[in-house]
């Protein structure tokens, strides 16, 4: 069973448009994460939600608008696409809010590309 | 802003060699921990360090946390073409809620 699953694996699409991408983790954990990998593979935390609260949004445009259904799914929703939007975005989860010792485990990520 | 820097970014070695990682910063962190990342996957926590100058061995991986716990180290003995991967540290704690990354070592090891 796949702990933490996003779909879809890859995302190609024009400049302007508005696309989703989705998250489910099957761990029971209570806190999830959106994280960006640019092109240099530095990893920049998004958003974190705990039990379905916003938690931590970091400066991110607000063309990003994470949406958590219930603490299994967060999703990632983003309008107006731009060529800077290009990356890897991977969903991640935890058993707890970012404690010092906390296990983050990652989904296999959406490598978006914006033409 | 914490921020981690990881050097070198990228090393490639031959099968066998022995390499040191190092991830450093000018922010206490309460804990750090070391992820590798395969192409096409996510990061895999390979384990976290909490106390200052704490030593962890994982077979042929030693993974140090500096005195300050502003630093860490991650050397590999031996390596083998298995090891290639990115290596990023994280650093918990401190002033953010969240892991800061660091900037990642690409580390290729040929056979």
């Known amino acids: 069973d796949t702990a933490v699953s996003q779909t879809p694996k890859y995302l190609v699409t024009q400049m302007g448009n508005d696309k989703s991408i989705k998250c489910e983790q099957n761990?029971?954990?209570?806190?999830m994460y959106w994280y960006k990998q640019d092109s240099k593979k530095f990893l920049k935390i998004m958003f974190s939600?705990?039990?379905?609260?916003?938690?931590i949004n970091e400066t991110v445009p607000n063309r990003f608008s994470p949406k958590s259904p219930d603490k299994a799914h967060l999703n990632l929703h983003i309008n107006s696409l731009e060529l800077g939007d290009s990356a890897v975005y991977f969903c991640?989860?935890?058993?707890?809010?970012?404690?010092?010792?906390?296990?983050?485990?990652f989904g296999p990520g959406t490598r978006l590309t914006v033409l | 802003t914490q921020l981690l820097e990881q050097s070198p970014q990228f090393l490639s070695i031959q099968e066998g060699e022995n390499l040191t990682v190092y991830c450093n910063s000018s922010?206490?962190?309460?804990?750090l921990q070391w992820y590798r990342q395969e192409p096409g996957e996510g990061p895999v926590l390979l384990v976290t360090?909490?106390?200052?100058?704490e030593v962890k061995k994982l077979k042929r991986l030693t993974f140090q946390f500096g005195d300050a716990r502003k630093d860490s180290s991650l050397h590999i003995t031996a390596a083998q073409p298995g090891d290639t991967g990115l290596y990023l540290c994280?650093?918990?704690?401190?002033?953010?809620?969240?892991?800061?990354f660091g900037s990642g070592t690409q580390l290729t090891v040929l056979p």
């Open positions: 360090v909490v106390t200052g100058g």
């Open positions: 939600y705990n039990n379905k609260e916003l938690i």
């Open positions: 761990l029971g954990h209570d806190t």
């Open positions: 991640a989860s935890s058993q707890l809010a970012g404690g010092s010792t906390d296990t983050q485990y």
């Open positions: 994280a650093g918990a704690g401190g002033s953010a809620r969240q892991l800061t």
């Open positions: 922010s206490v962190f309460s804990s």
